[in-house]
Protein backbone atom coordinates (compact mmCIF):
# COMPACT_ATOMS: atom_id res chain seq x y z
CA UNK A 1 0.00 0.00 0.00
CA UNK A 2 2.80 2.22 0.50
CA UNK A 3 4.28 1.83 -2.36
CA UNK A 4 1.22 2.50 -4.07
CA UNK A 5 0.59 5.60 -2.35
CA UNK A 6 4.48 6.64 -3.17
CA UNK A 7 3.99 6.06 -7.05
CA UNK A 8 0.61 7.87 -6.72
CA UNK A 9 2.06 11.05 -4.76
CA UNK A 10 4.91 11.36 -7.68
CA UNK A 11 2.94 11.00 -10.19
CA UNK A 12 0.65 13.42 -8.73
CA UNK A 13 3.28 16.11 -7.87
CA UNK A 14 4.91 15.39 -11.47
CA UNK A 15 7.96 14.13 -10.85
CA UNK A 16 9.58 12.94 -13.86
CA UNK A 17 13.02 11.53 -12.74
CA UNK A 18 15.83 11.34 -10.77
CA UNK A 19 19.12 13.98 -11.54
CA UNK A 20 22.59 12.99 -10.27
CA UNK A 21 24.82 15.59 -9.62
CA UNK A 22 28.52 14.74 -10.46
CA UNK A 23 31.51 16.98 -9.73
CA UNK A 24 34.80 15.54 -10.62
CA UNK A 25 34.02 12.76 -8.33
CA UNK A 26 34.69 14.99 -5.22
CA UNK A 27 30.79 15.12 -4.37
CA UNK A 28 28.31 13.62 -5.57
CA UNK A 29 24.14 14.06 -4.75
CA UNK A 30 20.80 13.48 -5.90
CA UNK A 31 17.85 15.73 -6.75
CA UNK A 32 14.49 15.50 -8.26
CA UNK A 33 13.62 17.03 -11.23
CA UNK A 34 10.86 18.41 -10.06
CA UNK A 35 8.79 20.90 -13.09
CA UNK A 36 8.09 23.90 -11.31
CA UNK A 37 6.56 27.40 -11.95
CA UNK A 38 8.93 30.87 -12.19
CA UNK A 39 6.13 33.29 -11.20
CA UNK A 40 6.10 34.26 -7.74
CA UNK A 41 8.91 32.15 -6.78
CA UNK A 42 11.35 34.60 -6.18
CA UNK A 43 11.26 37.81 -4.69
CA UNK A 44 13.23 39.70 -7.44
CA UNK A 45 14.00 38.99 -11.16
CA UNK A 46 16.36 40.77 -13.59
CA UNK A 47 16.98 40.34 -17.43
CA UNK A 48 20.85 40.52 -16.90
CA UNK A 49 21.44 40.09 -20.39
CA UNK A 50 19.10 43.00 -21.22
CA UNK A 51 18.14 40.43 -24.71
CA UNK A 52 15.74 37.58 -22.12
CA UNK A 53 18.85 35.17 -23.50
CA UNK A 54 19.96 35.27 -19.52
CA UNK A 55 17.51 35.87 -16.57
CA UNK A 56 18.56 35.76 -12.77
CA UNK A 57 16.05 35.25 -10.11
CA UNK A 58 16.79 35.55 -6.44
CA UNK A 59 15.12 35.51 -2.94
CA UNK A 60 17.60 36.76 0.00
CA UNK A 61 17.16 34.55 3.49
CA UNK A 62 18.78 37.37 5.77
CA UNK A 63 17.94 35.54 8.77
CA UNK A 64 19.46 31.96 7.53
CA UNK A 65 22.65 33.58 6.17
CA UNK A 66 22.09 31.68 2.97
CA UNK A 67 20.92 33.33 -0.85
CA UNK A 68 18.43 31.40 -3.22
CA UNK A 69 19.08 32.04 -7.06
CA UNK A 70 17.74 30.60 -10.49
CA UNK A 71 19.34 31.30 -13.47
CA UNK A 72 17.36 30.46 -16.92
CA UNK A 73 19.46 30.53 -20.15
CA UNK A 74 19.01 30.56 -23.77
CA UNK A 75 20.92 27.19 -23.92
CA UNK A 76 20.96 23.70 -23.41
CA UNK A 77 24.51 23.68 -22.75
CA UNK A 78 26.67 25.13 -19.10
CA UNK A 79 24.86 28.08 -17.58
CA UNK A 80 28.03 30.04 -15.33
CA UNK A 81 27.84 33.70 -12.99
CA UNK A 82 30.47 34.78 -11.01
CA UNK A 83 30.20 37.31 -7.88
CA UNK A 84 32.88 40.01 -6.96
CA UNK A 85 33.35 43.53 -5.93
CA UNK A 86 32.77 46.07 -8.95
CA UNK A 87 35.78 48.15 -9.81
CA UNK A 88 38.23 46.58 -8.48
CA UNK A 89 41.41 44.98 -10.61
CA UNK A 90 43.26 42.59 -7.74
CA UNK A 91 40.48 40.58 -6.46
CA UNK A 92 39.14 37.24 -6.00
CA UNK A 93 35.66 35.90 -6.96
CA UNK A 94 33.33 33.05 -7.04
CA UNK A 95 31.84 31.53 -9.48
CA UNK A 96 29.15 28.44 -10.02
CA UNK A 97 28.67 26.17 -13.33
CA UNK A 98 25.89 23.54 -13.41
CA UNK A 99 23.56 22.53 -16.23
CA UNK A 100 22.13 19.13 -17.52
CA UNK A 101 23.46 16.45 -19.58
CA UNK A 102 21.71 14.78 -22.68
CA UNK A 103 20.83 11.59 -20.10
CA UNK A 104 19.69 13.66 -17.84
CA UNK A 105 21.89 13.95 -15.05
CA UNK A 106 22.73 17.72 -13.74
CA UNK A 107 25.89 19.03 -12.95
CA UNK A 108 27.20 21.86 -10.38
CA UNK A 109 31.32 23.29 -10.11
CA UNK A 110 32.04 25.53 -7.50
CA UNK A 111 35.13 27.55 -9.33
CA UNK A 112 37.02 30.94 -8.39
CA UNK A 113 39.36 33.24 -10.67
CA UNK A 114 42.08 35.61 -9.32
CA UNK A 115 42.28 38.61 -11.24
CA UNK A 116 45.48 39.60 -9.57
CA UNK A 117 47.14 36.96 -11.51
CA UNK A 118 47.81 38.48 -15.02
CA UNK A 119 45.89 36.45 -18.06
CA UNK A 120 48.68 34.26 -19.63
CA UNK A 121 49.13 32.71 -16.66
CA UNK A 122 46.27 32.79 -14.71
CA UNK A 123 44.40 28.86 -14.13
CA UNK A 124 41.40 28.50 -16.00
CA UNK A 125 38.30 29.11 -13.14
CA UNK A 126 40.23 27.01 -10.88
CA UNK A 127 37.81 24.10 -8.28
CA UNK A 128 37.09 25.76 -5.51
CA UNK A 129 38.32 23.14 -2.50
CA UNK A 130 35.58 24.06 -0.26
CA UNK A 131 32.25 23.55 -2.20
CA UNK A 132 29.23 26.29 -0.81
CA UNK A 133 26.99 26.57 -3.79
CA UNK A 134 24.35 24.01 -3.63
CA UNK A 135 22.53 22.53 -6.98
CA UNK A 136 18.59 22.57 -5.97
CA UNK A 137 17.37 21.59 -9.06
CA UNK A 138 18.25 21.65 -12.86
CA UNK A 139 16.33 21.14 -15.90
CA UNK A 140 16.25 21.99 -19.82
CA UNK A 141 12.84 23.20 -21.23
CA UNK A 142 12.04 24.92 -24.47
CA UNK A 143 15.74 24.83 -25.16
CA UNK A 144 16.71 26.53 -22.09
CA UNK A 145 18.42 25.81 -19.35
CA UNK A 146 17.29 26.46 -15.38
CA UNK A 147 19.24 25.72 -12.75
CA UNK A 148 18.07 26.57 -8.91
CA UNK A 149 21.52 26.89 -6.92
CA UNK A 150 22.01 28.54 -3.31
CA UNK A 151 25.10 29.51 -1.26
CA UNK A 152 25.73 30.88 2.43
CA UNK A 153 25.85 35.05 2.21
CA UNK A 154 29.03 35.09 3.84
CA UNK A 155 30.83 31.77 3.10
CA UNK A 156 33.87 32.41 5.20
CA UNK A 157 36.25 31.19 2.01
CA UNK A 158 38.77 33.29 1.11
CA UNK A 159 38.46 31.92 -2.32
CA UNK A 160 35.26 33.25 -2.73
CA UNK A 161 35.69 37.45 -2.89
CA UNK A 162 32.66 39.22 -1.45
CA UNK A 163 30.72 38.87 1.70
CA UNK A 164 26.63 39.06 -0.13
CA UNK A 165 25.67 42.04 2.01
CA UNK A 166 23.62 45.31 1.31
CA UNK A 167 26.21 46.72 -1.03
CA UNK A 168 26.46 46.89 -5.15
CA UNK A 169 28.30 44.04 -6.40
CA UNK A 170 29.36 42.90 -9.78
CA UNK A 171 27.28 39.60 -10.95
CA UNK A 172 29.22 38.48 -14.13
CA UNK A 173 27.18 36.04 -16.32
CA UNK A 174 28.02 33.29 -19.24
CA UNK A 175 26.89 30.46 -21.15
CA UNK A 176 27.71 27.98 -23.85
CA UNK A 177 25.50 25.38 -25.74
CA UNK A 178 28.17 22.67 -24.92
CA UNK A 179 27.91 20.76 -21.78
CA UNK A 180 30.98 20.64 -19.25
CA UNK A 181 33.09 18.06 -20.74
CA UNK A 182 35.16 15.30 -18.34
CA UNK A 183 35.25 18.61 -15.57
CA UNK A 184 36.50 21.12 -18.08
CA UNK A 185 34.17 24.20 -19.15
CA UNK A 186 34.02 24.63 -22.66
CA UNK A 187 34.63 28.87 -23.50
CA UNK A 188 31.68 30.81 -23.06
CA UNK A 189 32.46 32.87 -26.52
CA UNK A 190 30.66 36.26 -27.05
CA UNK A 191 27.54 35.09 -24.99
CA UNK A 192 28.89 36.81 -21.64
CA UNK A 193 28.43 39.87 -20.26
CA UNK A 194 27.76 41.62 -16.05
CA UNK A 195 25.70 43.95 -14.26
CA UNK A 196 26.27 45.67 -11.15
CA UNK A 197 23.28 44.79 -8.52
CA UNK A 198 22.31 45.13 -4.70
CA UNK A 199 20.92 41.35 -3.77
CA UNK A 200 19.91 42.41 -0.35
CA UNK A 201 17.85 45.83 -1.86
CA UNK A 202 17.60 45.97 -5.49
CA UNK A 203 15.70 49.31 -5.65
CA UNK A 204 18.68 50.90 -4.60
Not at 7 to 27: H, Q
Not at 119 to 133: A, F, G, N, S, T
Not at 151 to 180: C, F, H, N, Q
Amino acid sequence: IFLINLAYILKMSGIKKFLSISFLSLTFATVLAVPHENKGRYLYEQDISSTGAFIARWTPDVENSVIYFEFEAQTQGWVGVSILLPDIVDQVGDQVIAGVYEDGTSYIQDRYFNTSIPHPERPLRPIDVQQDWVLRYAEERNDKTIVGVSRPLDTGDLYDGPVIEDIVLKLSWAYDELDIIDGVAPDHGPTFGAVYVNFLNPEV
